[in-house]
């Protein structure tokens, strides 16, 4: 027989609960193609909500992530601030490029100059590499708080690259 052994309580939020939550535009691939899914994935520190991320699939495979980030409110304990290293690490472990007894994901080198679309105006960035993939974080508009990061393989990296600010329900 088989228990159940899962904490009760614990709810998972719609999309739309976590649109309402979020309130402010998202960063989303401008035209995913066909047959690309997402996943969303959300963070919260101090229970801010604090980061949202696209989780693109291709045929189950992760193919790219695009996060959204905003600042936490001052006095919260608990700060949360993602980079594109530490973007770019996730992304190599969950696709699972990363051996898994090292969990390491050594740089390829230097970042480098690059670009990112956002509303089809391109946005300079300095682009991460390791192990075939890339990561960057593209400054949003000062009219939204916080930045986002796009991580993708090399192959997915132009269409990752071409982003969008939606509001939360046509984000999702």
Do not use: K
């Amino acid at each position: 027989m088989f228990h159940d052994t899962r904490p009760r309580g614990i709810r998972i939020p719609s999309h739309r609960e976590t649109a309402e939550e979020w309130g402010e535009q998202v960063a989303a691939l401008r035209a995913a193609p066909p047959g690309w899914s997402f996943l969303l994935g959300r963070l919260s520190s101090d229970g801010f909500l604090c980061h949202l991320d696209l989780n693109y699939h291709l045929d189950g495979e992760p193919v790219a992530v695009v996060q959204t980030s905003r600042p936490v409110p001052a006095g919260h304990w608990v700060g949360s601030l993602t980079t594109p290293q530490s973007q770019l690490a996730t992304f190599l472990a969950t696709s699972g490029r990363l051996d898994p007894r090292t969990h390491l994901a050594p740089p390829d080198g230097p970042p480098t100059p690059g670009e990112v679309l956002l509303h089809g105006v391109p946005v300079p960035v300095e682009v991460h590499h390791s192990q075939g993939c890339r990561s960057a974080l593209v400054p949003l508009p000062p009219s939204q708080r916080g930045y986002a990061i796009v991580t993708a393989g090399a192959a997915h990296w132009a269409t990752a690259t071409d982003l969008a600010l939606r509001p939360p329900p046509a984000a999702f």
